[in-house]
């Protein structure tokens, strides 16, 4: 079966940096993606990784490390807007190609 | 480009009624989802499509809700009849083919009274 977990809650300041973790069990993986979801919106797609390392887009980057099946965001200059909720998702090969999501971090920014 | 499109964008229905969902995809995707997203939860998939035919409906409650995508474009997600359970948040997510990043739409928020 496949399980992800991701901390509730997590709140933070404007202009700190804020790293949000997610661990994974799962069969057969096949990347890992995060979504931003805004209170009463659609996910949008923000990070994919499939090989280990750190990839960087802007004020926010994704870290796989796939032999400890962990991965974080990091969100830089944290702003007001950026108040929402981070879901964390994984692919796996057992499970087609469609995606299986945690429960997502809600993020509260604060000035 | 146009985004998915749903509609409704909110439905309030009573237990035992049924309702249905529209959702175009992205121009030129090949491969739908309908998710279901309960209040404090992450999506979860009901249905998945490849062009018109289902690929994994492993999760669907058949006795109930059933999905068609019919020309492997638009497609409609049906419950009949609604239990109080069902109310949640439905998305419609298109991706260009299968494995590739998948893109949502704004979604249709059920009310099931």
């Known amino acids: 079966g496949q399980n992800i977990d991701q901390p509730t809650e997590m709140t933070a300041t404007e202009g700190a940096i804020v790293q949000i973790n997610c661990t994974y069990q799962?069969?057969?993986?096949?990347?890992l993606f995060w979504y931003q979801q805004h209170a009463g919106e659609a996910p949008t797609f923000l990070s994919y990784n499939v090989l280990d390392g750190l990839e960087e887009k802007g004020r926010f980057s994704s870290f796989l490390s796939r032999s400890k099946g962990y991965s974080y965001l990091l969100l830089k200059e944290l702003q007001m807007k950026d108040s929402a909720s981070y879901l964390c998702a994984v692919r796996d090969h057992q499970a087609g190609t469609a995606l299986i999501f945690g429960k997502g971090t809600t993020l509260s920014v604060s000035s | 480009e146009a985004g998915v499109a749903q509609s409704p964008r909110y439905k309030i229905i009573e237990k035992r009624q049924s309702v249905a969902f529209w959702c175009n995809p992205i121009?030129?995707?090949?491969?739908l989802y309908w998710y279901q997203q309960i209040l404090g939860q992450g999506p979860k998939l009901l249905i998945q499509f490849q062009n018109n035919g289902v690929v994994d409906d492993s999760q669907l409650p058949k006795d109930r809700f059933s999905a068609e995508r019919l020309k492997g474009v638009d497609s409609t997600l049906k419950i009949q009849p609604a239990k109080l359970e069902d109310s949640a948040v439905y998305l419609c997510a298109s991706s260009r083919g299968v494995g590739e990043t998948q893109y949502f739409g704004p979604g249709t928020r059920l009310l099931v009274l």
């Open positions: 799962t069969s057969g993986f096949n990347g």
């Open positions: 121009s030129g995707h090949a491969t």
